[in-house]
Structures are given as structure tokens and as C-alpha cells.
């Protein structure tokens, strides 16, 4: 996949690329503010005292028999003020994809996070339908070109997605006023890959307004959470 990706406009559906249909928008943003009600719940019942958290804990637990993942990088970096980064990862995966090869580039890239002290912390959720999502908190965007450099993430994306997913989607963007802050995830650019494509097709979509009122005048919301222990 060395071409050029495709450049679409906000609005644009591509036929033939579901992974790139705008209607996925909608539950996009509202599971990244799912997964960052997490981030809110465990600093503030650490803040609170009621939990200690190490750098790099992981915090796992199920919910209805769906696995959750958290790992707080720097629980002192993540509760300062000012707009923070994030990375969200949607993938299709494959109907008997190589869980042992998917478990080990995940604990992999985590545990590379320790060299790189911009990344704030990570969370991931399995969903129904072979679908999964992760959420990334970094300091400034430069914090993501690095990791993206990182062996583990390279792996990642040259061997491991191919094989485990049909296609994914990356949104980048950010939340205003930090993770302690009330304001919810903005997505600012989405990059598709479509492994099933015979042409290794990929694209790139930039945002104006990145939330979910600015793109189609609905509501994005933060549903209740079960919260971890």
C-alpha cells in the first residue's frame, strides 16, 4: 500500500468501502466518549483515593462477557489541563482471526508505551460483531508520529492488521481541556484501510467541526458506564 491515499470530502460515501461510510460517524464518537468515561471514572475515584494507580497499570474486566482494557500510562500527565490528542481504531475483524498473534501485538505495543512518555493512556473494547475499538490519549501529535515509528506499532500495522481485520478505520482528533475536563471528544481526520480491496485501497477524509452536531446535526452523548474495579 504505497499509493497515495484517496482524499475525501466530509460528506463523500464510497462505493464498494463500507469502512468508509459516513454513517459510522455516529457510533464512532459515541463509543470514544465511552471509552474516555472510563479514563474519567478511574482518575476520579483516584483522585478520590479510593483507588491507587501505578504508570502503566492495566485495569481488565468484563462487561456482559465483552472484554475492557485500560492502561493508564501516566496518571499524573493525564490530569493536567489543556487539550490533550487522542487515536481511535475501529477494525472489522475476520471471522477466525489469529488471536494468539492479536493478543501478543497488543500487550507488545503496550508495553512499549514506556518509551514513549507522551502517550497518556490506552483503552480498548471488544464489540459484538468482531468488531473492536481502542482509544489512545497522547500530549501532542507529535507524541503519535513517534510511536508510529515504534517496531511494535510497525508490526502491527504491516502484518498483524492485514490478517486480522477486513478493514479499519484511525480517526485522529482531540478533547478539548484535557481528560479531567467535562468537553468530549473532536475528530479532526479519518484514515481507512480496506484489506479485502484487490487494489489495497486506503484513504483519508479531514473533518470541519469533528463532532457529531457538526457533521450531520445529530446528538453525540456519554452513555452510563459500568465502571471497573
Known amino acids: 500500500m504505497t499509493a497515495a491515499p484517496d482524499q475525501l470530502s466530509p460528506t463523500q460515501n464510497v462505493e464498494d468501502h463500507s469502512i468508509a461510510s459516513t454513517s459510522h460517524y455516529r457510533g464512532d464518537i459515541a463509543l470514544l466518549n465511552y471509552l474516555l468515561q472510563d479514563l474519567r471514572v478511574l ?8 483507588i491507587l494507580i501505578e504508570p502503566h497499570e492495566v485495569f481488565t474486566w468484563d462487561v456482559h462477557g465483552l472484554e475492557r482494557r485500560t492502561v ?3 496518571p499524573a500527565g493525564i490530569q493536567l489541563d489543556g487539550d490533550v490528542q487522542i487515536v481511535g481504531f475501529f477494525g472489522d475483524r475476520r471471522e477466525r482471526p489469529d488471536d494468539e498473534a492479536i ?11 514506556r518509551n514513549y512518555p507522551g502517550i497518556l493512556s490506552y483503552s480498548s473494547i471488544e464489540l459484538v460483531d468482531h468488531y473492536w475499538a481502542n482509544l489512545v490519549v497522547h500530549r501532542e501529535p507529535a507524541d503519535r508520529e513517534a510511536w508510529r515509528g515504534s517496531e511494535a506499532h510497525k508490526h502491527a500495522v504491516a502484518t498483524v492488521a492485514p490478517d486480522a481485520y477486513h478493514a479499519v478505520r484511525i480517526h ?10 467535562s468537553d468530549t471528544v473532536v475528530l479532526e481526520t479519518t ?33 452510563p458506564m459500568e465502571t471497573p474495579s
Open 172 to 181: 485522529n482528533g482531540c478533547i478539548p481541556g484535557g481528560v479531567l475536563g
Open 103 to 113: 493478543d501478543a501485538s497488543e500487550l507488545d505495543l503496550i508495553s512499549e508505551f
Open 72 to 74: 493508564l500510562c501516566d
Open 191 to 223: 484514515k481507512y484501510w480496506d484489506y479485502d480491496s484487490g487494489d489495497g485501497w486506503h484513504a483519508v477524509r479531514a473533518i470541519p467541526g469533528g463532532t457529531w452536531e457538526a457533521l450531520e446535526g445529530g446528538n453525540s452523548s456519554d452513555e
Open 43 to 50: 482518575m476520579r475515584r483516584h483522585r478520590k483515593g479510593e
